[in-house]
């Protein structure tokens, strides 16, 4: 079956701690992405990835890092999670035309 | 640059009558045009999708959608909504951008569905 999947679905952490939440798809897509979803703000693109070894940032990258050192998965990570970054992520890869969305994280950070 | 705008952030129908979700964009190029639903705790689901094919698309669960170039919008609407159909909605623009879609989202539609 073709999926995103997304580890871990829900995570509270502390301010200063760092945490990466993962992503994998079973399609061979080149392009996947992380989105933040915030209530009335609708979905915001963190970073994207075209394909391996090739990520830039999206319209809110401040405090966000990420890799792509395989085709398949594209982690997202946190090097000092603040309040602000408490919200439910999306990762995506898309073929040329449709995008498949994760299952989403849910992220309270105290 | 592009936008979307979803101009009601909530709507709310009673079951059995028509749903008219609204939605406008600005693209410099020929978009492509989508729309997700996301029911409650729930991901995101493609409800159908606009490609330079047919301007009027039909998707899952009797929805569809009209691209209207001329005035710029891509109105989702079901002609009898269902309490099922209670979720949030995104409209979405994606055009082609450094080899790559450049994808961006409105900012949502709760839709209420009153028995």
């Known amino acids: 079956e073709a999926q995103v999947t997304q580890n871990p679905r829900y995570l509270i952490t502390v301010t200063g701690k760092k945490l990466t939440v993962t992503c994998s798809q079973n399609?061979?897509?080149?392009?996947m992405s992380w989105y933040r979803q915030d209530p009335g703000l609708g979905l915001r693109q963190i970073y994207y990835s075209m394909n391996v070894e090739v990520t830039d940032k999206g319209d809110v990258p401040e405090g966000y890092k990420v890799s792509r050192k395989e085709k398949r998965n594209f982690p997202l990570i946190l090097e000092s999670p603040s309040p602000n970054q408490t919200s439910l992520y999306f990762c995506?890869?898309?073929?040329?035309?449709?995008?498949?969305f994760g299952p989403g994280t849910r992220l309270l950070v105290l | 640059a592009q936008s979307v705008t979803q101009l009601d952030s909530h709507v709310s129908v009673s079951e059995g009558t028509p749903v008219l979700l609204r939605c406008n964009y600005s693209?410099?190029?020929?978009?492509?045009l989508f729309w997700y639903v996301q029911h409650p705790n729930k991901g995101l689901q493609l409800l159908l999708k606009y490609t330079s094919a047919a301007t009027l698309v039909k998707g899952i669960n009797g929805f569809e959608a009209e691209f209207k170039k001329s005035e710029t919008s891509f109105h989702l609407t079901k002609p009898s909504a269902h309490m099922s159909d209670a979720a949030e909605y995104f409209c979405?623009?994606?055009?082609?951008?450094?080899?790559?879609?450049?994808?961006?989202f409105g900012t949502g539609t709760k839709l209420q569905v009153i028995p």
């Open positions: 693209s410099s190029y020929s978009p492509s």
């Open positions: 399609m061979n897509h080149e392009y």
């Open positions: 995506a890869s898309s073929n040329s035309e449709t995008q498949y």
């Open positions: 979405v623009v994606s055009v082609p951008s450094g080899g790559y879609q450049k994808v961006t």
